[in-house]
Structure formats: structure tokens, C-alpha cells
Antibody, heavy 130, light 107 residues
Framework: QLQLQESGPGLVRASQTLSLTCAVSGDSISSGSFYWSWIRQPAGKGLEWIGR???????DYNPSLKSRVTFSVDTSKNQFSLKLSSVTAADTAVYFC??????????????????????WGKGTTVTVSS | DIQMTQSPSSLSASLGDRVTITCQAN??????LNWYQQKPGKAPYLLIY???SLDTGVPSRFSGSGSGTDFTFTISSLQPEDIATYYC?????????FGQGTRLEIK
């Protein structure tokens, strides 16, 4: 059974870089046509998709964060990572990693697009301090 | 970005009640919509994908419908374990976006 576990510092100073890692267990990060995503949630607020990476290193970033975000993947360690630079108090949130299933079913006409996040990590709280 | 608007933002209902949440997109998104349940301190949990398909193991009291811009999520008979916040999420275009959430409480 696939499991995801986030790790990283719980406290980051303002203007510094937030770095988190998501360890994948139960299957290879390279198996299947999946994306590996980051989502965040400020306390008491909704969910914000930060972006995603596949095992080849192809990325999609949320334009609202694109200038500050970098994703990477390490298939040898079966993990992927997030770096968010120049953090402010607005970046204080619970950060989740998740597996994204995203595919087109060509057996129907017109072909049908499926996408969902079916496995999530438990989340890690990051606080930005001034 | 595609904006998703959920209503209501909070809802109080009695056990056994039928509960309905709506989600509206500001662009046509076909059936590119999922529903998640999130309990306090936990990660979101996928309930419904492709607007109306129940994920494996999800109780049949949960259902979804809609296409285009208007979507509905229904719990046919509210159970104590259904107390949570529910989010819709669109995937018709990037960035992926979520509704603001509907907090469901017991009356």
C-alpha cells in the first residue's frame, strides 16, 4: 500500500528558503503514470495546489508561486522535494504531498480525462517566523 | 485560473438528514470535478472523481452529479462520521483549484 510522508523543518525564518521532502513507500516513485504533488493549507483556510512533478522531473507550478518554487525528484531515494524561497508569514501552513493520477481514456469517444489525488501524506506544519 | 465557488460555506444538519452541497465553476469544466472530505487535523480524502464516480470503498450514501459549471454533492443520510469539511476540486485547467470548503456540523 502506497504511503507518503512529509518531512522538514517546522520553523523557517522569513526571507529564507523552506525545504520539504516527501518519502514514498510501498511502491516505486517511477512506476505508473503519476504526478507527485504539493498542496498547502493555512490554518483554518482552504487548500492551495502548489504544483506537481513526475518521475522524469517534468513540472507544473501554480503561477501564483512559480517564481519562488522549485520541485525535484530523487528516484534512487524514492522521494520528491519542494523548495520555496523568500518565505513570508503568508507561507505559514500545513504542507501536504499527494499522488496525482492523471490520464486520458482513449477507449471512449471523445476521450475522457480523469484526474484525482488518491493518496496523501499526513501533512507537516511549517511556521514562518520573523 | 478557474474559480470554484461552494455553497453553503457551513451547514448544520441532523443525523439521518439528506445533505446537499453545491459547487459552481466560472468556466465550463465538463465533468472534471472531484470531491474530498477532510476531518480536523487530517489530510483530505478522495470521495468522488469525474463528478459522479465513487472512489473504491466510499460508502454509497455519498454521491455527486453535474457537468459544465454546476455540480452537486449529496449525503443521502447523514452519519456521525460524516462530520468534516468538504471540498470540490477542478482539474479542467491548470492550476488545479479547490472550492473554499463546506463545513458540515451536527445540529
Amino acid at each position: 500500500q502506497l504511503q507518503l510522508q512529509e518531512s522538514g523543518p517546522g520553523l523557517v525564518r522569513a526571507s529564507q528558503t523552506l525545504s520539504l521532502t516527501c518519502a514514498v513507500s510501498g511502491d516505486s516513485i517511477s512506476s505508473g503514470s503519476f504526478y507527485w504533488s504539493w498542496i498547502r493549507q493555512p490554518a483554518g483556510k482552504g487548500l492551495e495546489w502548489i504544483g506537481r512533478i513526475d518521475f522524469s522531473g517534468n513540472t507544473d507550478y501554480n503561477p501564483s508561486l512559480k517564481s519562488r518554487v522549485t520541485f525535484s525528484v530523487d528516484t534512487s531515494k524514492n522521494q520528491f522535494s519542494l523548495k520555496l524561497s523568500s518565505v513570508t508569514a503568508a507561507d505559514t501552513a500545513v504542507y501536504f504531498c499527494a499522488k496525482e493520477v492523471d490520464y486520458f481514456d482513449g477507449s471512449v469517444s471523445p476521450e475522457h480525462h480523469y484526474h484525482y489525488m488518491d493518496v496523501w501524506g499526513k501533512g507537516t506544519t511549517v511556521t514562518v517566523s520573523s | 485560473d478557474i474559480q470554484m465557488t461552494q455553497s453553503p460555506s457551513s451547514l448544520s444538519a441532523s443525523l439521518g438528514d439528506r445533505v446537499t452541497i453545491t459547487c459552481q465553476a466560472n468556466h465550463e469544466i465538463s465533468t472534471s470535478l472531484n470531491w474530498y472530505q477532510q476531518k480536523p487535523g487530517k489530510a483530505p480524502y478522495l470521495l468522488i472523481y469525474d463528478a459522479s464516480s465513487l472512489d473504491t470503498g466510499v460508502p454509497s450514501r455519498f454521491s455527486g452529479s453535474g457537468s459544465g459549471t454546476d455540480f452537486t454533492f449529496t449525503i443521502s443520510s447523514l452519519q456521525p462520521e460524516d462530520i468534516a469539511t468538504y471540498y470540490c476540486q477542478q482539474y479542467d485547467g491548470l492550476p488545479i483549484t479547490f472550492g473554499q470548503g463546506t463545513r458540515l456540523e451536527i445540529k
